[in-house]
């Protein structure tokens, strides 16, 4: 089965510094990853993609993730970050009709 | 125009009611979910429907009954409600089924179970 870790639970940063997440992934076949992010009260929102191809994909809002197999990681990056990224990140891989999600990591980012 | 909506938004109810989530989609797509998020702001799937019919029930207890009027709509019924429901739910779709799809997800409904 499928499992997705993010190290980090809970992120503070101040606006302008650099931004990495981690995320680990187990499954050793085909795997297709995604962030999405979730703002306080709202649902769940496409960040970035990675089905395959460039190892290093963009997303939306400057974010964006690298793909490394050999480190079974695809962490999600923004060299910097603003007030307005205040929100849950989530790592997910998907399976055949559905998505595992890790555990998510809160960004704080102090003004 | 709302892609994926849900209603109600809060469901506030005693232990032992059943009650029932709504989720429609306007975006075409064969397939439904239901994820559940709790106190923690984990995320997993409960159910799966593609073109009506039921793909994945992911141990879910069978108080929980999807049901599935149509591709557009994907409902969730919970019967006699324990204090340990009490979670975030989300509905979602995708194109289909495939690793390759997105999934759209709604606002969510925060159940309360007191």
């Known amino acids: 089965a499928q499992s997705v870790s993010q190290h980090n639970h809970h992120v503070i940063l101040s606006e302008a510094a650099s931004l990495e997440l981690g995320c680990n992934y187990s499954?050793?076949?085909?795997?297709?990853l995604f962030w999405y992010v979730q703002y306080p009260g709202q649902h769940l929102q496409l960040l970035l993609k990675?089905?395959?191809?460039?190892?290093l994909v963009k997303g939306i809002k400057g974010f964006e993730a690298e793909f490394i197999k050999s480190k079974f990681s695809f962490n999600l990056r923004k060299p910097s970050v603003q007030w307005s990224d205040t929100a849950e990140y989530f790592c997910?891989?998907?399976?055949?009709?559905?998505?595992?999600f890790g555990k998510g990591t809160k960004l704080s980012v102090i003004p | 125009d709302t892609a994926v909506s849900q209603t109600p938004k809060y469901l506030v109810t005693q232990m032992g009611n059943d009650k029932s989530i709504k989720c429609e989609q306007n975006?075409?797509?064969?397939?439904m979910y239901w994820y559940k998020q709790d106190s923690k702001k984990f995320l997993k799937i409960m159910f799966s429907?593609?073109?009506?019919?039921?793909?994945i029930n992911e141990t879910v207890p069978n108080r929980f009954s999807p049901k599935s009027p149509d591709k557009a709509h994907l409902n969730l019924h919970i019967n006699s409600l324990e204090l340990g429901d009490s979670a975030v739910y989300f509905c979602?779709?995708?194109?289909?089924?495939?690793?390759?799809?997105?999934?759209?997800f709604g606002p969510g409904t925060r159940l309360t179970v007191l």
């Open positions: 997910a891989s998907s399976g055949s009709y559905q998505l595992t």
């Open positions: 499954y050793g076949g085909t795997v297709n």
């Open positions: 990675y089905f395959s191809g460039d190892p």
């Open positions: 975006l075409g797509h064969d397939t």
């Open positions: 429907y593609n073109n009506k019919e039921l793909i």
């Open positions: 979602a779709s995708s194109q289909e089924g495939s690793s390759y799809n997105e999934q759209f």
